[in-house]
Structure formats: structure tokens, C-alpha cells
């Protein structure tokens, strides 16, 4: 029997790796403000408060530090990377287990902005290993992976919260990333890393010099932000467009739940197919039909009679996922350089978590001022506006190459 390349080798390892990161970081997500709650004695405003600070303040301080980490990542390598994040965020995590008071878990949910990158690291890792024919296929099986995790994450974690406690799920998910540490640091091989020496490369001017098309690059990552922010200005009012459809009748949070989980498990099905498909006929092609679907069905969505018409369009929206996000990554992938891949990965990153900043905060304000159907209106609006600054960004540098 021959041996699988390496770079199959490393897919697999880090596949599997992903998927129990995406476990570790979702199952914590829908007790975290029971688990605040438990930590002192809040008002309903201060709750919401802190829920929103300690659950954006990672994302605020991971957009900060990415581009550092890419930095390095390009210098000494992507695995130390993946190493640095799995076993950091192993610790923190823990850690939370046994916090007292609220500003101790806001500063170790700081922490874990710090040590984040474990996922893009493992991206861009596959990325520069894999021939770039096979990218997107590549790309997509890791997308694929961390959607599964992050899918099974938030059962997990409420059954794990229901059988022992919150505390006690802190140190289980700390154990899981531990495991991811211990399969990247035993199992994956970084053969064709040739660290960046340039000191040009110290610098953002340095980089940009480097691209072939700078617009091209900086078009993908605007898109990336605002990929991000139109899905996150959705998520947190899902469970409350449910709860006024169902007109409080019935299990609401149930629903609520199975209506989250839809949009993933299909692009958990659909994303290393696109991927394969860009591959042959044009990445940019999937991407262009995912901004056209979603805008469609963002905007039915607002039109909904009942939470089967919602639970549909939610489905048919994680096709639409797939072809974008991932998609986008492989693009970024085929038109970097492979010595500054890390780099371009880590700024990709930081545009994914503004968007997760942004995006929530537009979706409250406009269900606050508005209605929740408005937010799916507007979140339509942006998606054409995305798709005219990515034929105008991208696709017009894409045919002058």
C-alpha cells in the first residue's frame, strides 16, 4: 500500500484536531451567561452587560493581536502556532473553572483573544502544504470539520453543564483542547516551511509589495468582514424571530436550538463539495452564486408565516455559507505567496472577528428600532452591496492576471 502524502496526512490530523477545537469552543457558549449569573448578584441590564462584554471582548482582543501572530507564524513556522494556541487556550479555559468573580472570567475571556488562531493557523498550515489544485477541496474539508464541531459543541456542553456542572465543563473543554494540542504536536509534519528572513516583510507596506494585486487581497478580506457581520447580525435574534413566530406557544427553546443548528449542518455537507467544484470550474464562480442565493434568501426570510418556512430558508442558507467563507479562503490561498500565507491568513482573521463585532451590535439596533423582519431586509441589502464590491475588488484583478 502506498503511504498518503504528507499533506493528506497533515488534512486528516488537523481535520480531526479542528472538529474537537469546534467542539471546545462552542460548548460553552449557550450556559455563559447562566454561568456570569452565578458569579454575583446582577440586575437583568447588568447580565446583558457583561454577557455582551465578556463575549465580544475576545473577539476585540483577537482582532488586535492576529496580524502578530501571523507575523510570527511566517517566521518560525505555522505549527509552533497551532501549538501555542491549542495548549494556551487549553490552560485558559481550564482556568475558568475556577474563577470567583466576573473580572476574573473578563480577563481570562481576554486571554483567550490572546492565544487565539489555533483554527487559522491550522488553515493556513494545510494551505501552503497542499498543491494548490487540491486547495479549495483542502479548505473546505477544514471548514467542514470546525462547522461539525462547533454543531455538536452546544449539545455537548448542556448536557456535560446538566450531568456535572458549568465549572466542571470548563475543565472537560480544557481537556479536549489538550487532546488537539497533542495530535498537532505528534502527528503533524511541517515539511515545505521556509521562514521569512526579509526584513521588508517586518512591515504591512512589505507584505502588500509582495501581492500581485494588492485590491484583489484587500477586496477578499472586506468581504470576509462583511460575510461576518451580515451572519452575525442574524444569529443573536434567531431564537427571538422563533420565539414571535411560535407566539409563545409550544417548546421555544427547542426550536430555537434545531432552527440555530440548520444553517451548519449544511454547510457541514455542502463545503469540501463547492470547494472540489471551485477547484475545476473557478472559486470565484461558487462565491458569486452564494452572494446571489443568500441575498434571496435573506430577504424571504423576513416574509416567514411559521418556524417550518424559517427552519427551510435557514437550511438552505448554509449552502450559501458554504460557498463563501471557505471559498474565500482558497482564493486568498491561490493568489498569496506561500511565505507570507500565515500573514494574509492572520489579517483574514482580524477582518472575520470585526465582523463578529459589528454584526450583532447592527442586528440589535435595527430589531430595537425596527422589527426582526427589517433585519433580514438590510442583512440582504448588504449581501448585493458585498457582491458589487467583490466583481468591483476582486473579479475585474482576477481577469487582468
Known amino acids: 500500500m502506498k503511504e498518503k502524502p504528507i499533506w493528506q496526512r497533515n488534512l486528516f490530523v488537523l481535520s480531526i484536531a479542528v472538529f474537537i477545537a469546534g467542539i471546545a469552543f462552542s460548548e460553552v457558549m449557550p450556559f455563559l451567561p447562566l454561568y456570569i449569573d452565578t458569579l454575583g448578584k446582577f440586575s437583568h441590564q447588568q447580565l446583558n452587560f457583561w454577557s455582551g462584554f465578556i463575549y465580544s471582548g475576545t473577539y476585540l482582543v483577537s482582532a488586535l493581536i492576529s496580524p502578530w501572530w501571523g507575523k510570527l507564524a511566517d517566521k518560525k513556522g505555522r505549527k509552533p502556532m497551532t501549538l501555542r494556541a491549542s495548549l494556551g487556550m487549553a490552560i485558559v479555559i481550564g482556568c475558568m473553572g475556577l474563577v470567583t468573580n466576573v473580572y476574573q472570567l473578563f480577563i481570562l475571556r481576554m486571554l483567550q483573544g490572546v492565544f487565539a488562531g489555533f483554527v487559522s493557523n491550522s488553515n493556513a498550515l494545510i494551505a501552503t502544504e497542499t498543491p494548490k489544485e487540491k486547495s479549495g477541496q483542502a479548505l473546505g474539508t477544514m471548514a467542514s470539520s470546525f462547522t461539525a464541531g462547533n454543531l455538536l459543541g452546544p449539545f455537548i456542553g448542556g448536557a456535560l453543564a446538566s450531568i456535572f456542572s458549568y465549572r466542571v465543563t470548563f475543565f472537560i473543554t480544557g481537556g479536549l483542547l489538550l487532546i488537539s494540542f497533542f495530535l498537532s504536536l505528534f502527528f503533524v509534519h511541517e515539511t515545505d516551511f521556509k521562514p521569512v528572513t526579509e526584513k521588508k516583510l517586518d512591515k504591512a507596506s512589505g507584505i502588500i509589495k509582495e501581492l500581485r494585486s494588492p485590491q484583489l487581497i484587500f477586496g477578499l478580506l472586506l468581504t470576509t468582514l462583511i460575510i461576518q457581520a451580515a451572519n452575525n447580525s442574524i444569529n443573536p435574534i434567531v431564537s427571538l ?103 494574509i491568513f492572520s489579517w483574514n482573521q482580524s477582518a472575520m472577528y470585526v465582523g463578529n463585532i459589528f454584526g450583532p451590535l447592527l442586528g440589535s439596533t435595527i430589531s430595537g428600532l425596527t422589527s426582526y423582519s427589517m433585519v433580514f431586509i438590510v442583512t440582504a441589502g448588504i449581501v448585493v452591496f458585498n457582491l458589487i464590491l467583490f466583481k468591483f475588488n476582486v473579479i475585474n484583478n482576477l481577469n487582468k492576471e
Not at 414571535?244 to 417548546?251: C, Y
Not at 446571489?292 to 430558508?313: D, H, M, Y
Open 241 to 343: 424571530y422563533v420565539k414571535q413566530l411560535m407566539a409563545n406557544h409550544g417548546n421555544v427553546v427547542f426550536v430555537s436550538g434545531v432552527v440555530a443548528a440548520l444553517p451548519g449542518i449544511a454547510t457541514f455537507l455542502a463545503a469540501s463539495r463547492f470547494g472540489a467544484l471551485g477547484d475545476r470550474i473557478g472559486t470565484h464562480k461558487i462565491i458569486i452564486s452564494g452572494f446571489i442565493g443568500a441575498a434571496i434568501l435573506f430577504f424571504l426570510t423576513a416574509f416567514v408565516q411559521n418556524t417550518a418556512e424559517l427552519g427551510v430558508l435557514r437550511f438552505l442558507v448554509g449552502f450559501t455559507d458554504a460557498c463563501l467563507f471557505p471559498q474565500v479562503q482558497t482564493l486568498l490561498t491561490k493568489n498569496t505567496p506561500a511565505k507570507i500565507t500565515g500573514r
